[in-house]
C-alpha cells in the first residue's frame, strides 16, 4: 500500500489490554468462547475477564430449542465465579414456563446482581420462589411476562428500588411484603385484578399495600379491559394517594373518569399522565399539586375541559395533547389559544398520524406559532406511559448482544 510504513504496523497482540478488552466488548458471547478464545492464551484469559461479564443481555429467538430459557439458567452461575455479574436481561420470543431462583443455591451465586429484566411476549409464565432474597443485591426487578405467581415461601430482596410486576398473582407478595420493601421508589403495577376474589376480574383493583409505599417517586397504574367497579376503584386511588408525598410522576392508564381529588395534595408532582377513552368528564383538582407540576399528557378533550385549572400550572413546560386534530375544532382551538397565551409552556407534542388538518386547524397552529414565536411543536405521540415512566438506567453499555 502506497504510503505505508511497515516499521509502524501493530498486530492485535500488540494492543494494550484496555483496547483489546473494548473491542471484545462487542464479540457475542458464544463467539468470544468459541472463537477468540482459541486465538492465544492472553486471549482466552481475556475472554474471560470480569469486565466483559458485568452485563449480560440474552435473546432468545424462536426456534425449537428445549427449555433454552432453562439451559441459560444452569450455565449463569459458571458466567459469575468473579461475582462480577451486575446487569442480567433476557428478550425471549419463545414462550417459558420457569421458576425463580431455580434453588437457593443459584441465588446465592447470582448475589451481585443488580438488575433484573425478563421481557417475554410469548406467554410467559414465570414462578417466583423461596431464595429470591438470596439475590441481596438486587436493586430493579422488571418481569414483563403474561403470568407472574408467587409462592408462599417467596421473599423479594429487601434493597428493591425499582419494581415492575404483571397480575394479577402478584398482589398478596406485594402485600405481605411491603414492610420489608423501604427502599422501594419507583413501582409500575400493570393489568392487576381484584385481589380479594380472583372471580371479579372486571374490578382492576389496587393492592391494599399502595398507601404503605411513602417513598415512591414514579407510579404507573395500567388498568385491565371492563369497567365494573369504577366507583372501588375511585375509593381506593382517593386513600392511596395522600401517602404518597414524594411522587413526581404518576400515570393513569385506561382509569376513565378517574381525577381524585386526592391529586391536589401531591406537592411533589413534576408529570402527570392520563390514558385512555372515555375521559371526556374528567376533572382535574385544584390545589398544590400545580405549584410543582411541569409536564402533562392528556387526551385533547380533557386538556380542553381542564385549561382553566392547569392555567393555575406557574412552572408547567410540556404539553402532551395526542392525536389533536382528531378532536373538535372547539377543543383544538381551546387548547392552541391556551397553549400560547400560558407564559411557562414552551413546548406542545401531538399526533398527526391518521388525522386530518382542517383549514379552521391549520389557521389555530399559525395563530399560536404568531402568538407565541417561542413555542416547539412535537410530532409523534406515545402513549402516556412511554413518555413518562422514566428509562430504567441503561445497561452501559450493552457489552452484550448474545443470541443463544
Same mark, same amino acid.
Given at each position: 500500500? =502506497?504510503?505505508?510504513?511497515?516499521?509502524?504496523?501493530?498486530?492485535?497482540?500488540?494492543?494494550?489490554?484496555?483496547?483489546?478488552?473494548?473491542?471484545?466488548?462487542?464479540?457475542?458471547?458464544?463467539?468470544?468462547?468459541?472463537?477468540?478464545?482459541?486465538?492465544?492464551?492472553?486471549?482466552?484469559?481475556?475472554?474471560?475477564?470480569?469486565?466483559?461479564?458485568?452485563? @449480560?443481555?440474552?435473546?432468545? %429467538?424462536? $426456534?425449537?430449542?428445549?427449555?433454552?430459557?432453562?439451559?441459560?439458567?444452569?450455565?449463569?452461575?459458571?458466567?459469575?465465579?468473579?461475582?462480577?455479574?451486575?446487569?442480567?436481561?433476557?428478550?425471549?420470543?419463545?414462550?417459558?414456563?420457569?421458576?425463580?431462583?431455580?434453588?437457593?443455591?443459584?441465588?446465592?451465586?447470582?448475589?451481585?446482581?443488580?438488575?433484573?429484566?425478563?421481557?417475554?411476549?410469548?406467554?410467559?409464565?414465570? /414462578?417466583?420462589?423461596?431464595?429470591?432474597?438470596?439475590?441481596?443485591?438486587?436493586?430493579?426487578?422488571?418481569?414483563?411476562?403474561?403470568?407472574?405467581?408467587?409462592?408462599?415461601?417467596?421473599?423479594?430482596?429487601? $434493597? *428493591?428500588?425499582?419494581?415492575?410486576?404483571?397480575?394479577?398473582?402478584?398482589?398478596?407478595? @406485594?402485600?405481605?411484603?411491603?414492610?420489608?420493601?423501604?427502599?422501594?421508589?419507583?413501582?409500575? *403495577?400493570?393489568?392487576?385484578?381484584?385481589?380479594?376474589? *380472583?372471580?371479579?376480574?372486571?374490578?382492576?383493583?389496587?393492592?391494599?399495600?399502595?398507601?404503605?409505599?411513602?417513598?415512591?417517586?414514579? @407510579?404507573?397504574?395500567?388498568?385491565?379491559?371492563?369497567?365494573?367497579?369504577? =366507583?372501588?376503584?375511585?375509593?381506593?386511588?382517593?386513600?392511596?394517594? %395522600?401517602?404518597?408525598? $414524594?411522587?413526581?410522576?404518576? /400515570?393513569?392508564?385506561?382509569?376513565?373518569? !378517574?381525577? %381524585?381529588?386526592?391529586?391536589?395534595?401531591?406537592?411533589?408532582?413534576?408529570?402527570?399522565?392520563? =390514558?385512555?377513552?372515555?375521559?371526556?368528564?374528567?376533572?382535574?383538582?385544584?390545589?398544590?399539586?400545580?405549584?410543582?407540576?411541569?409536564?402533562?399528557?392528556?387526551?385533547?378533550? !380533557?386538556?380542553?375541559?381542564?385549561?382553566?385549572?392547569?392555567?393555575?400550572?406557574?412552572?408547567?413546560?410540556?404539553?402532551?395533547?395526542?392525536?389533536?386534530?382528531?378532536?373538535?375544532?372547539?377543543?383544538?382551538?381551546?387548547?392552541?389559544?391556551? !397553549?400560547?397565551? $400560558?407564559?411557562?409552556?414552551?413546548?406542545?407534542?401531538?399526533?398527526?398520524?391518521?388525522?386530518?388538518?382542517?383549514?379552521?386547524?391549520?389557521?389555530?397552529?399559525?395563530?399560536?406559532?404568531?402568538?407565541?414565536?417561542?413555542?416547539?411543536?412535537?410530532?409523534?405521540?406515545?402513549?402516556?406511559?412511554?413518555?413518562?415512566?422514566? =428509562?430504567? %438506567?441503561?445497561?452501559?453499555?450493552?457489552?452484550?448482544?448474545?443470541?443463544?
Amino acid at each position: 500500500m =502506497e504510503g505505508f510504513d511497515s516499521r509502524s504496523a501493530a498486530s492485535l497482540g500488540d494492543l494494550q489490554q484496555g483496547l483489546l478488552l473494548k473491542l471484545l466488548e462487542g464479540v457475542p458471547l458464544k463467539d468470544r468462547h468459541r472463537s477468540v478464545a482459541l486465538v492465544s492464551k492472553r486471549w482466552l484469559r481475556l475472554s474471560r475477564h470480569k469486565r466483559l461479564l458485568s452485563t @449480560l443481555e440474552f435473546q432468545l %429467538p424462536g $426456534h425449537d430449542m428445549v427449555k433454552p430459557f432453562e439451559q441459560l439458567l444452569e450455565v449463569l452461575p459458571a458466567l459469575n465465579t468473579n461475582r462480577q455479574l451486575l446487569d442480567l436481561a433476557f428478550d425471549l420470543n419463545v414462550p417459558i414456563e420457569s421458576t425463580l431462583p431455580p434453588n437457593q443455591l443459584w441465588a446465592g451465586m447470582l448475589s451481585s446482581v443488580r438488575r433484573l429484566h425478563i421481557n417475554c411476549d410469548l406467554g410467559g409464565y414465570v /414462578v417466583l420462589d423461596a431464595g429470591m432474597e438470596g439475590m441481596s443485591s438486587l436493586q430493579d426487578l422488571r418481569m414483563d411476562v403474561s403470568l407472574l405467581e408467587t409462592t408462599p415461601m417467596c421473599r423479594l430482596p429487601p $434493597h *428493591l428500588t425499582r419494581l415492575f410486576l404483571p397480575g394479577p398473582g402478584s398482589i398478596d407478595c @406485594l402485600n405481605q411484603q411491603m414492610d420489608r420493601l423501604q427502599s422501594l421508589k419507583s413501582l409500575h *403495577l400493570k393489568g392487576f385484578y381484584c385481589a380479594a376474589d *380472583l372471580e371479579m376480574q372486571n374490578c382492576s383493583q389496587l393492592p391494599a399495600c399502595l398507601s404503605k409505599l411513602t417513598q415512591l417517586d414514579t @407510579l404507573v397504574l395500567d388498568n385491565t379491559p371492563g369497567w365494573d367497579g369504577l =366507583e372501588e376503584k375511585t375509593v381506593a386511588l382517593e386513600a392511596a394517594l %395522600p401517602p404518597l408525598q $414524594h411522587l413526581t410522576q404518576l /400515570v393513569l392508564e385506561g382509569m376513565p373518569g !378517574v381525577a %381524585p381529588a386526592a391529586l391536589g395534595t401531591l406537592s411533589r408532582l413534576q408529570r402527570f399522565g392520563v =390514558e385512555g377513552k372515555n375521559n371526556e368528564s374528567l376533572v382535574l383538582p385544584r390545589g398544590a399539586w400545580l405549584n410543582s407540576l411541569r409536564e402533562v399528557a392528556l387526551p385533547p378533550q !380533557v386538556l380542553a375541559a381542564n385549561v382553566g385549572v392547569l392555567s393555575g400550572a406557574v412552572a408547567l413546560e410540556r404539553v402532551d395533547v395526542g392525536s389533536l386534530f382528531g378532536a373538535s375544532v372547539i377543543a383544538q382551538t381551546a387548547i392552541l389559544c391556551w !397553549v400560547a397565551e $400560558h407564559p411557562s409552556v414552551s413546548r406542545l407534542a401531538m399526533s398527526t398520524e391518521g388525522a386530518h388538518c382542517s383549514e379552521a386547524s391549520f389557521r389555530a397552529v399559525v395563530g399560536a406559532m404568531q402568538r407565541k414565536p417561542s413555542l416547539a411543536f412535537d410530532f409523534g405521540y406515545r402513549s402516556s406511559s412511554d413518555r413518562l415512566w422514566p =428509562e430504567p %438506567p441503561a445497561f452501559e453499555p450493552w457489552k452484550v448482544s448474545t443470541p443463544f
